[in-house]
Nanobody, 128 residues
């Protein structure tokens, strides 16, 4: 069993930055592909970013290069989501998730059903 705990959310003005953290329990963190999702009120949960277990492949849904970046520190059992140039539409609860599945195509990890473990979420609010 893996427990995931997110932190780093809060209230930020548009144009600002936040770095979310997700700390994982257990000794097998290095074998999980980690993803970030978000869910805004009244909307479905959507994919944000993924980083594979080998820290070699990352992918983000954001169309603006460099706005969202995902990284991990396997020594600390932690995955991060760096968010820059935040917009009011980024307001949502952000969740991290761990997947034990192995796919060569990183696009499979954009689907929430491939993830086995989820955190409780952290609220990000961007004011205009």
């Amino acid at each position: 069993q893996v427990q995931l705990v997110e932190s780093g959310g809060g209230l930020v003005q548009a144009g600002g930055s936040l770095r979310l953290s997700c700390a994982a329990s257990g000794r097998t963190f290095h074998s999980y592909t980690m993803g970030w999702f978000r869910q805004a009120p009244g909307k479905e949960r959507e994919f944000v970013a993924v980083i594979d277990y080998n820290d070699e492949i990352t992918y983000s849904s954001d169309s603006e290069p460099g706005r969202f970046g995902i990284s991990r520190d396997n020594a600390k059992n932690t995955v991060y989501l760096q968010m820059n140039s935040l917009k009011p539409e980024d307001t949502a609860v952000y969740y991290c998730a761990a997947s034990t599945a192995f796919y060569s195509d990183v696009s499979y990890y954009t689907v929430s059903s491939v993830y086995n473990y989820w955190g409780q979420g952290t609220q990000v609010t961007v004011s205009s």
